[in-house]
């Protein structure tokens, strides 16, 4: 109407994007249609007029919280007459009268993040994976660290629970990685870095998680109990970050990994790769972190434990092996999340894979066969009825050649010959080698030849090195520390 006050009718039309008779039209009559429509009137009755007032709003103020769903399986209940169509009618119905007269709703205040001041930590399961280490489901969860402010992060595999461990070593490792310290760590109610007592307590962090933040500068601090999106900045990219490894996996084509370290490279890659993306935002708010301190702290719990007359210690329900030397000693262990380094006062002895026990409560065993495999010789029959024997055999090969050992031969002999396998493996260092040459002869549903098998792993005499040992006379060493002398003087 603007432009016919200054271009005729066709003009104005095409100026307007009408058509003509549009046009015309609407200058003999300005009226909108919407606006000559009355508004239609209902075709049927209200099917829950004479209930929603009487009998639904005393519900709803009764219950606040009540499903709309639930409402209406007490209506069905209360009135067969009402059919199933009215279901969708009573829940637009409580959605506006909740909307008018329902309670307030807790508003999320979203925050304003200074860069340098909050980072944040939490676990997240991951079981959908599927993930297995050479063909065996891998019980992990990832510890996932982030950044407020640019969206650095860090996920680290965690083969246990939410333990101190987990967190201390996780922690730590993201920190080191980032190149610096926020000045805050928040995380939701958990028991490793909290008591989680009443809210009244004033001293509700555990020593260790105390001493852990203390060690690097950052003050402590958590999420209100079952609040979870006042840690939505690191709640949310849970999903992100689940999502991208479940895709690299399909890309991927298998979930299958060789070991462990191959699984940890895989997701570190990934994380590698989302940090890429906000490297401007990381780099600057790395200019405001503060320093690292100049050495790591404990991410271990020290025990002491005694090794028994069966060649081993039990440790959180868990029978570990060490050679039988030490059956009487007793071992310093730091126990981490994946592994367990023993002592003998400050001597560094070996690093043992760490065990869980089942969540039932079994027991369960980490049995290294080069052990104990000399008491085994001149015990054999012991192996029969071994407590930890399935985990003795180092490979799935190994297993399988003495239950058919023992389904063709005596239990005696059956436990000789394995014996005697075990500790030509052990003796020649062909543990994969005769694991193949087993597994051939399985195949082909035979025994193993024992003859055979120390002559295929005996070592071949040609290729031993002669080796010849000159020892110098004392008195050129006599000579030597008097040349040392004289030059001194």
């Known amino acids: 109407m603007k432009l016919r006050k200054t271009h005729p009718t066709p003009v104005a039309a095409a100026k307007a994007s009408i058509s003509v008779a549009t046009a015309y039209r609407i200058e003999k009559d300005p009226v909108l249609p919407s606006q000559k429509k009355e508004p239609r009137a209902r075709r049927r009755p209200d099917p829950i007029a004479d209930i929603f007032d009487s009998e639904v709003v005393p519900l709803l103020r009764a219950a606040p919280g009540i499903r709309p769903v639930a409402i209406f399986e007490e209506m069905m209940l209360r009135h067969s007459e009402l059919g199933e169509g009215v279901r969708r009618t009573l829940e637009r119905r409580i959605r506006g009268w909740r909307a008018i007269h329902g309670e307030e709703q807790e508003v999320i205040f979203r925050q304003a ?20 280490i050479a063909g065996q489901p891998l019980d992990h969860r990832l510890y996932h660290f982030r950044l407020a402010y640019s969206g650095f992060e860090h996920a680290h595999v965690v083969l246990g629970g939410e333990s101190f461990v987990a967190l201390a070593e996780g922690l730590q490792n993201a920190l080191w990685s980032l190149g610096g310290v926020p000045r805050e760590h928040r995380s939701d109610s958990l028991s490793a870095a909290f008591r989680n007592l009443d809210k009244d307590a004033r001293e509700d962090l555990t020593r260790r998680y105390n001493e852990l933040c203390s060690h690097y500068g950052m003050t402590p601090s958590r999420n209100n109990a079952g609040i979870a999106h006042e840690n939505g900045s690191i709640e949310g990219p849970h999903g992100h970050l689940k999502r991208a490894i479940e895709d690299a996996l399909l890309l991927r084509g298998t979930v299958d990994f060789d070991d462990l370290a191959s699984y940890r490279r895989f997701v570190d890659e990934i994380v590698g790769r989302r940090n890429a993306r906000n490297a401007k935002r990381i780099d600057a708010e790395r200019a405001q972190l503060r320093e690292l301190p100049e050495r790591r702290t404990t991410d271990y719990e020290e ?22 030397r030490l059956i009487g ?55 029969l009825n071994l407590v930890y024997r399935d985990r003795l055999f180092p490979r799935e090969a190994y297993r399988r050649t003495f239950d058919l050992l023992v389904e063709r031969l005596p239990e005696r002999q059956a436990c000789r010959i394995m014996v005697e396998l075990l500790g030509l493996a052990h003796e020649r260092g062909c543990e994969s080698e005769l ?20 002559a295929r792993f005996a070592p071949d005499p040609a290729r031993l090195p002669n080796v010849v040992v000159r020892l110098a006379p004392l008195q050129a060493y006599e000579a030597l520390i008097g040349a040392s002398l004289g030059d001194a003087a």
Not at 435 to 454: G, K, V, Y
């Open 329 to 383: 000693h007793r071992l310093r262990v730091r126990l981490y999340d994946d592994r367990l380094d023993v002592f003998i006062g400050g001597t560094h002895l070996m690093t043992l894979p760490r065990g869980r026990a089942s969540p039932s409560g079994k027991h369960d065993q980490v049995v290294n066969y080069r052990h104990v495999i000399h008491s085994l010789r001149r015990k054999p029959m012991a192996l």
């Open 303 to 324: 025990l002491s434990v005694r090794v028994t007359s069966s060649g081993g210690f039990t440790l959180r329900k868990v029978f570990y092996t060490v050679p039988s």
């Open 113 to 132: 993040h200074e860069p340098g001041r909050l980072g944040l930590s939490d676990f997240t399961e991951v079981a959908s994976f599927g993930i297995t």
């Open 435 to 454: 694991a193949e040459e087993l597994s051939i002869c399985l195949d082909n549903h035979r025994l193993p030849d024992m003859a055979a098998l120390r």
